[in-house]
C-alpha cells in the first residue's frame, strides 16, 4: 500500500520519533489477530498524525473509521486537558479489542467510541466546532463524509483524508468504482475554494484540508 520504496519508508521510520510501546503492541495484535491488517496507520503516518494534532492543539476532534484505533490514540496524544475524540466504526465485533487497546494508553479517557454507519453517527453527534476531522472508512462514501462534517469544522481547522492516492490508480489508467470514486473527491476538493489542500504522498496518500 505505501506509495514510497521500502527502503526510504524504513529511513523515514528510523529517523523519526520511535513508536510508543502501546503502539508497538497494538500494530502487532492488529497484525496477528485482525483481517486486512494493513489498513492500521502505522508507525510513519501515525506519527504524522500525532505531530498535526500536537500542532493544532485540539479541544475536539472527529475520527470516521476506528479499525483497532492506532490512528485515534495517535491524534488523541495532542489534545488539550478537557479535550475529546469521537471515533466511529462500524464493526461492532472489533469493540472488546478496542476497549482493550485505548485502556493500555494515557488517553483513554479522552475517547468516545461510537458503532454504528457513520453517516448517521455524524448527524447524531452535536459538537459543531471540530478542530480535526480524520476520515478513513470505506472509500466510495468519503465525498458524502466530506461534505457531511464540513459544516461541523471550525474555520481554521484540518481535514485529514487517507488513501487519497489508492496505490497509486488515481492517476493512471484504472477504472475501477473505488478508484472513480477517490479520483471524484480529489477533484471536488481540488476545486473547493473554500479551503486550502495538499497531498503528501505518506504510505497510500494523506490529503491535508484546512478550512478557511
Same mark, same amino acid.
Given at each position: ?7 526510504? !519508508? ?13 503502539? !508497538? ?54 489534545? /488539550? ?111 473547493? /475554494? ?19
Amino acid at each position: 500500500m505505501e506509495i514510497l520504496p521500502h527502503d526510504l !519508508q524504513l529511513y523515514l521510520e528510523d529517523h523519526c520519533d520511535p513508536e510508543p510501546a502501546a503502539l !508497538q503492541k497494538i500494530n502487532r495484535e492488529t497484525y496477528l489477530k485482525v483481517l486486512r491488517p494493513h489498513m492500521l496507520s502505522g508507525h510513519y503516518q501515525g506519527r504524522l498524525l500525532s505531530m498535526l494534532s500536537k500542532m493544532m492543539q485540539p479541544k475536539r476532534i472527529l475520527e470516521i473509521g476506528t479499525f483497532t484505533g492506532y490512528a485515534t490514540i495517535c491524534l488523541a496524544e495532542g489534545l /488539550t486537558e478537557d479535550g475529546i475524540i469521537h471515533t466511529i466504526e462500524v464493526n461492532r465485533e472489533l469493540e472488546e479489542m478496542l476497549v482493550q487497546h485505548f485502556k493500555s494508553t494515557d488517553v483513554d479517557k479522552k475517547i468516545k467510541l461510537h458503532f454504528g454507519q457513520a453517516a448517521e453517527i455524524i448527524v447524531e453527534i452535536q459538537e459543531n466546532n471540530f478542530d480535526i476531522v480524520f476520515i478513513d472508512a470505506d472509500k466510495k462514501n468519503n465525498l458524502h463524509y466530506f461534505q457531511l462534517i464540513f459544516d461541523k469544522v471550525k474555520s481554521g481547522g484540518l481535514i485529514i483524508i487517507d488513501n487519497v492516492l489508492w496505490k497509486g490508480k488515481v492517476y493512471g489508467n484504472e477504472d475501477d468504482a473505488d478508484t472513480r470514486s477517490i479520483r471524484e473527491l480529489n477533484d471536488v476538493i481540488a476545486n473547493d /475554494t473554500r479551503v486550502e489542500k495538499l497531498i503528501l504522498p505518506v504510505r497510500d496518500g494523506i490529503m491535508l484540508i484546512r478550512k478557511k
